[in-house]
Nanobody, 118 residues
Framework: HLQLVESGGGLVQPGVSLRLACAAS????????IAWFRQAPGKEREAIVC????????YYADSVKGRFTISRDNAKNTVYLQMNSLKPEDTAVYYC???????????WGKGTLVTVSS
């Protein structure tokens, strides 16, 4: 069964850090680009970070640049999102997406909720 599973979400106070993980099963992430999206209550889903299949290229949305870091461990078939200096506006469900540009193949996880509140 092919799937992505996100983990690591939770309720935290502003200013702290969280690390999300996106683990793949049933397929290898080696050849996939990986993106993290998030969807805040009442808002559209937005892409916030992306890492290329080789890990050498990354993209960060302005809203998270300097605070979030994406990394991948292909040996563990897992991608991580390190989130520092969390703000209340980071509250959202975070989704992992694995995709191949040339074929259009992509997989989504079911999301993990991050709530930043004092």
């Amino acid at each position: 069964h092919l799937q992505l599973v996100e983990s690591g979400g939770g309720l935290v106070q502003p200013g702290v850090s969280l690390r999300l993980a996106c683990a793949a099963s049933g397929f290898t992430l080696d050849y996939y680009h990986i993106a993290w999206f998030r969807q805040a209550p009442g808002k559209e889903r937005e892409a916030i970070v992306c890492i290329g299949s080789s890990g050498s290229s990354t993209y960060y949305a302005d809203s998270v640049k300097g605070r979030f870091t994406i990394s991948r461990d292909n040996a563990k078939n897992t991608v991580y999102l390190q989130m520092n200096s969390l703000k209340p506006e980071d509250t959202a469900v975070y989704y992992c997406n694995a995709f191949v540009i040339t074929t259009g193949v992509n997989y989504w996880g079911k999301g993990t909720l991050v709530t930043v509140s004092s």
